[in-house]
């Protein structure tokens, strides 16, 4: 279902200086699977996340989703094939604030190719328990129930994967746990293949599969043996 070969990405610091955050060779998930990629701050996973979602294009490498290439598109093709096979939990939400809970959902339906349907917003938010919120703005929600509107956004265009980033980071860690489970159950109802990025240990205990980004991403690996090397000086004076 998703499919990544010899993913690279550089950036370019102001003072010419490239720097490279990812050199991933593999990566692959079926169906309806659902996978935690953990690691730290810095080692590229949300760089990871964009690239699979066509927000950035990979220097090379491709990146297939339902057959799809999503590489092979100008940013334009790739902003409608996310619209309709691709739903993002951020971890700072991205809700709208003028608009209810009902609104954001409705509006995360306009962009796909299905039309909007009032009865399928209403029924994502009563499955998030948010019945009772509707028709209320994110100011006037606690920071646990804008996530849960922004879950059920994610899910509003029936997407065939669902990208998560940090999406407990911004929780009370009393409330991790449930939201994290809030995710995997509505990715299971609608057979939703889940990509969830995570620091968290205790989050990606949730899961049954695990992967490391250090160990997926060469710029990381490769970063971590040479300061593990000891150096030539080290060396002459052993």
């Not at 499919?3 to 003072?15: A, R, W």
């Not at 490239?18 to 760089?47: N, R």
């Amino acid at each position: 279902m998703l499919k990544l070969v010899d993913i690279k990405k550089t950036y370019t610091q102001p003072d010419g200086t490239a720097v490279p955050i990812l050199d991933v060779p593999s990566f692959e998930m079926s169906a309806g699977e659902q996978v935690a990629l953990i690691g730290p701050s810095g080692c590229g996973k949300t760089t990871l996340l964009h690239s699979i979602a066509g927000i950035i294009k990979p220097d090379s490498g491709t990146v297939t989703l339902d057959d799809v290439e999503l590489t092979r598109y100008t940013e334009a093709a790739r902003d409608r094939i996310r619209a309709d096979k691709i739903g993002y939990v951020f971890q700072t939400f991205n809700l709208l604030p003028a608009f209810s809970a009902f609104e954001n959902v409705l509006l995360g339906m306009s962009f796909g190719k299905r039309p909007a349907s009032r009865q399928r917003a209403l029924e994502l938010l009563d499955q998030v328990g948010l019945s009772h919120r509707v028709h209320n703005k994110p100011a006037a929600m606690s920071v646990g129930e804008q996530q849960r509107v922004a879950v059920a956004r994610a899910l509003a265009n029936r997407p065939a994967l669902l990208l998560a980033d940090e999406p407990t980071a911004n929780i009370d860690p009393n409330n991790q746990r449930a939201i994290v489970q809030l995710i995997r159950d509505r990715c299971r109802d609608e057979n939703v293949a889940l990509l969830m990025v995570t620091h968290s240990m205790e989050v990606a205990n949730q899961f049954d599969r695990v992967d490391q980004l250090a160990e997926l991403n060469r710029v990381v690996a490769d970063a971590r043996a040479s300061a593990a090397a000891p150096s030539t000086s080290s060396e002459a004076n052993a």
